[in-house]
C-alpha cells in the first residue's frame, strides 16, 4: 500500500467544519484513496473513496490535489458524534500481489469534536 | 438492508483452546475479510475470501485459518490460543474484490 501521513490528533468546534488532511506522495495513477473512521469501541466504518476527482456524499467530501500527492477530508458540520480516529488507506494494486481488498490502517488521526 | 453480524460478540477462552468465530456479510456481498485489533499492533489484515477462495492473507501463524461457505458467510479458527491472541476480531464485506469494506462490530476474544 501507498504509505500515507496524518496528523495524530485534531480538534474541532462543534458545528464547524473539520477538515483532516492526508499525504500520499507515493500513490499511483490508479491507486484510490480511502476514507474510514472508527468511533471508540466498534468497527470501522467506511465514509467515502475517490481516484482524481472530488467526491461528495452524505456524510463527507473529498478533495484529492491535482497532483494527486495529498487529500483532504472535509466534515461539513461536524457534530459530537463524529469524534472518532480517521483513517487514510491507499490499497494497492500491485500486479505482484494477489487482486484484493486488504487494507493497511496506519495510526489515523483522532479527531475530537468539542461543544 | 442488514449489516455485518458477527457471532459471538464476546468470547472468553483459555490457553490452548480453540476458537472459532463467524460473519454474516451484507447481504450480495461476496468478499469477506478479517482484521485483528489490538492496542499494541493495531488493526492487522489476517485474510479475505471471495468466491470461498482465500485471496490474500496477512502476516500471521498457521493457527489462524478462515472458510467462506457457498452463501458467502465466513469463519475463522484460532488453534492453540495464547494470551497475545486477544483481541477484537473484525470482519468486513464487500460487493467484490478491491471495493469499500464495510465493517462489522467485531468480536471482543479473552485468552486467560
Known amino acids: 500500500d501507498a504509505k500515507t501521513t496524518q496528523p495524530p490528533s485534531m480538534d474541532c468546534a462543534e458545528g464547524r467544519a473539520a477538515n483532516l488532511p492526508c499525504n500520499h506522495s507515493?500513490?499511483?495513477?490508479?491507486?484510490?484513496v480511502y476514507w474510514y473512521r472508527q468511533i471508540h469501541s466498534q468497527g470501522p466504518q467506511y465514509i467515502i473513496h475517490?481516484?482524481?476527482n472530488n467526491e461528495t456524499n452524505e456524510m463527507a467530501s473529498l478533495i484529492i490535489t491535482e497532483d494527486r500527492k495529498s487529500s483532504t477530508l472535509i466534515l461539513p458540520h461536524a457534530t459530537l458524534r463524529d469524534t472518532a480516529v480517521y483513517y487514510c488507506?491507499?490499497?494497492?494494486?500491485?500486479?505482484?500481489?494477489?487482486?484484493?481488498?486488504?487494507?493497511?490502517f496506519g495510526e489515523g488521526t483522532q479527531l475530537t469534536v468539542n461543544p | 438492508k442488514a449489516g455485518v453480524t458477527q457471532t459471538p460478540r464476546y468470547l472468553i477462552k483459555t490457553r490452548g483452546q480453540q476458537v472459532t468465530l463467524s460473519c454474516s456479510p451484507i447481504s450480495g456481498h461476496r468478499s469477506v475479510s478479517w482484521y485483528q485489533q489490538t492496542p499494541g499492533q493495531g488493526l492487522q489484515f489476517l485474510f479475505e475470501?471471495?468466491?470461498?477462495?482465500?485471496?490474500n492473507k496477512g502476516n500471521f501463524p498457521g493457527r489462524f485459518s478462515g472458510r467462506q461457505f457457498s452463501n458467502s458467510r465466513s469463519e475463522m479458527n484460532v488453534s492453540t490460543l495464547e494470551l497475545g491472541d486477544s483481541a477484537l476480531y473484525l470482519c468486513a464485506s464487500s460487493l467484490s474484490l478491491a471495493r469499500e469494506q464495510y465493517f462489522g462490530p467485531g468480536t471482543r476474544l479473552t485468552v486467560t
Open positions: 475470501y471471495f468466491s470461498e477462495t482465500q485471496r
Open positions: 475517490g481516484l482524481k
Open positions: 488507506i491507499v490499497p494497492s494494486t500491485s500486479p505482484q500481489e494477489t487482486s484484493g481488498s486488504r487494507l493497511t
Open positions: 507515493t500513490i499511483s495513477g490508479n491507486e484510490y
